[in-house]
């Protein structure tokens, strides 16, 4: 089981004992990003101080320590994910990631009249590539209906997928409400109908176990920087088939293997293909250590913990009689509320005071208005390091919630 | 404090919540000749639209309309009670002081009246913007009309 104040030894923004309004920093906007433990920071650092180099780029010692180092960081994702090495795109993050399917897969396979399926609880950077890629091809973007608690079926994929759909992108745990989508069923669902599905893991691959051949999904995109990794450094997972047909998005340096002034190039083939320029040679190194570290605390006990914690806060949370929650059923560990009578941002305001980090806004505002029937929410997102303290802390404040002025007067 | 009348914290937050919970203005207007100006923020919830009725150098209304939270709610409808029936010169004066009081500099209290509650915005770092988005956008109003 998780030690969460064992786990806080390990990061400099626990022991450095942050504050924030001078209180100490509770710290539960994780969805948003993550703190990193000291083996992050020390291989970034040592990449500066010791490894420095550019990979693909000499026949010398230190590059090819690089290039090794690469390439075991793709193995590492591949034991995290379970998919082969050649399979692991470096991005920088979620949105290039997401970005590089919809244009590189998307905008060249894709027809008019095709049809591409979202759903409503879907993140702007699962959304608005996708309205790009269907204005270049003149293929139909639907959504998919939720269920009346927010969550996403395989009844109403079922209900609305056609032989004309050729995408399903959906996220695997919804940034909102935190709801778990039943991967593994929906993708057999798309494939049945030639659909591909593209899955969205920003707010998944850092809190629960993610076995994308078990999922069967065709692309799966995240970041490190939500997994204790370093920021501007993400990955796009693809079927090697399908990576093979995608087109990259971003030409340049290392990703060819040849050309010439008659306008011949050949590419090299995935991953190097999508990997133009030089990369974020520390951010990759970060993200090996980040995912060693998370998985030697281990993805079900992540899971497991993270579950707790969320039965805890919105156990507690009702408790005050102060507090609505929006998603008290959904399994990760995101609880999204109100303190009654209280306007979302002014309540993250009270927050602030008293030290605690939560995101307050629309998040997503087209399932906010149809399904919580309000304009905006606070969000508090947990993590390894979250303490049952902290969501005390919060819970307390959401109590004294009606002197949410004190912000500004005390 | 820098106010002529004796005013404290409890009448401050007391005036915020009033406004906030029973805004004078609120509400599009019905008549014609307003100009009007969309207020939003990329980093809160804010998103309202600002309208003024002027003429002949004077400002005969003000209303606004929209999503906001307290800060931002009341400020701008105590903007719209300050500044109905004051000449351009005299609203551009206001809002002036106002924005040197949010930002924490030298400032005229005597002309601000309620919006004095709002002193201590700076606390809250990231609703400085809430405090001012009003304001703003009835300044760049005035000054169209001023050409």
Redesign the interface.
């Known amino acids: 089981m998780i030690d969460p104040y064992k786990i806080r030894n390990d990061f400099p923004m626990y022991r450095n004992r942050i504050k924030m309004q001078g209180k100490p920093l509770v710290w539960l906007d994780n969805a948003s990003t993550t703190f990193k433990p000291d083996c992050v920071l020390d291989a970034v650092k040592a990449y500066y101080e010791s490894e420095t180099s550019n990979s693909h780029r000499g026949d010398y010692d230190l590059c090819f320590n690089i290039d090794q180092k690469i390439l075991e960081t793709r193995q590492t994702v591949g034991r995290f994910i379970n998919c082969r090495p050649e399979e692991v795109v470096f991005s920088s993050g979620t949105t290039a990631s997401i970005n590089l399917v919809a244009f590189g897969w998307g905008a060249k396979y894709l027809k008019k009249g095709d049809e591409i399926l979202l759903t409503q609880a879907e993140h702007a950077s699962n959304v608005l590539p996708w309205y790009k890629v269907s204005e270049m091809t003149g293929a139909v973007i639907k959504f998919i209906p939720l269920d009346e608690e927010g969550r996403l079926t395989p009844e109403n994929l079922s209900a609305v997928i056609t032989e004309r759909t050729k995408i399903v992108a959906i996220a695997h745990v919804t940034n909102v409400l935190g709801y778990i989508a039943p991967v593994k069923e929906l993708s057999k669902i798309a494939h049945e109908h030639g659909a591909i599905l593209v899955l969205d893991g920003a707010q998944s691959v850092p809190h629960v176990p993610t076995d994308v051949q078990d999922l069967d999904c065709d692309f799966l995109s995240f970041s490190g920087h939500k997994i204790c990794g370093p920021t501007g450094i993400g990955v796009l997972y693809g079927k090697f088939d399908l990576l093979s047909k995608t087109d990259p998005f971003m030409t340049g340096g290392g990703m060819n293997a040849k050309f010439d002034m008659c306008g011949d190039v050949a590419y090299l083939e995935p991953p190097l293909r999508f990997e133009a320029g030089t990369q974020n040679i520390e951010g990759i190194l970060g993200l090996k250590a980040a995912i060693e570290y998370v998985m030697n605390i281990g993805m079900d006990n992540i899971n497991a913990y993270e579950e707790a914690l969320k039965r805890y806060a919105v156990s507690e949370l009702e408790k005050t009689g102060n507090a609505i929650v929006y998603n008290p059923k959904s399994e990760a560990g995101i609880v999204t509320f109100n303190i009654k009578d209280v306007?979302?941002?002014?309540a993250?305001?009270f927050l602030?005071?008293r030290g605690i980090a939560c995101r307050?806004?629309?998040h997503c505002a087209k399932i906010l208005i149809d399904y919580l029937k309000v304009?905006?929410t606070v969000r508090a997102s947990f993590y390894i390091y979250t303490t049952k303290e902290d969501i005390d802390a919060l819970v307390d404040a959401v109590r004294h919630g009606k002197e949410?002025?004190d912000?500004?007067?005390n | 404090m820098p106010t002529s009348i004796e005013i404290t914290p409890q009448m401050m937050r007391a005036i915020i919540m009033d406004h906030y919970q029973n805004p004078r203005h609120k509400s599009k207007p019905e008549g014609d000749g307003y100009v009007s100006l969309h207020a939003s923020s990329s980093n809160c919830i804010d998103d309202f639209e600002l309208y003024l009725l002027a003429k002949d150098g004077k400002v005969l209304d003000a209303r606004w309309d929209g999503v906001a939270c307290t800060i931002s709610s009341a400020s701008t409808d105590i903007l719209c009670d300050r500044v109905i029936g004051m000449t351009y010169q005299e609203a551009e004066y206001v809002i002036k002081q106002y924005l040197a009081m949010i930002e924490e500099k030298e400032f005229d209290a005597s002309v601000l009246d309620e919006a004095i509650v709002f002193l201590h915005t700076g606390k809250q770092a990231a609703r400085i913007h809430c405090a001012t988005m009003g304001w703003t956008a009835l300044k760049e109003l005035l000054e169209k009309e001023e050409k």
């Open positions: 306007f979302a941002q002014d993250a305001s602030n005071s307050s806004g629309q304009v905006a949410f002025l912000a500004y007067f």
